[in-house]
Nanobody
Framework: QVQLVESGGGLVQAGGSLRLSCKASGRTISTDNMGWFRQAPGKEREFVAAIGWGVGATFYADSAKGRFTISRDNGKNTMYLQMNSLKPEDTAIYYC????????????????WGQGTQVTVSS
């Protein structure tokens, strides 16, 4: 059974940084595409970033470009999201997800999801 467990969330001041981790178990992620999504209070879940399994192609939502970096360590079966220059509007629950199909910003493409980790950015 595939499980994804996020960690690294917390409370940080605006302008600060956090590094989220997503540890996978029950499956080797080296040939899977992975993504990060987030859901702010009262809003729908939205795409943040994704990384491919091959040469590690990445792409980002406009809100994340230039501030967030997605990466992966297949040896550790773990994906990361480095978040810098955080803003109050980044406050959300952050979810990692795994896709056995394509690399995509669409939720329906992803097969497995973690439970999420809370990120709160104070002004």
């Amino acid at each position: 059974q595939v499980q994804l467990v996020e960690s690294g969330g917390g409370l940080v001041q605006a302008g600060g940084s956090l590094r989220l981790s997503c540890k996978a178990s029950g499956r080797t992620i080296s040939t899977d595409n992975m993504g990060w999504f987030r859901q702010a209070p009262g809003k729908e879940r939205e795409f943040v970033a994704a990384i491919g399994w091959g040469v590690g192609a990445t792409f980002y939502a406009d809100s994340a470009k230039g501030r967030f970096t997605i990466s992966r360590d297949n040896g550790k079966n773990t994906m990361y999201l480095q978040m810098n220059s955080l803003k109050p509007e980044d406050t959300a629950i952050y979810y990692c997800a795994l896709s056995r199909a394509g690399l995509s910003p669409l939720e329906r493409i992803y097969d497995y999801w973690g439970q999420g980790t809370q990120v709160t950015v104070s002004s």
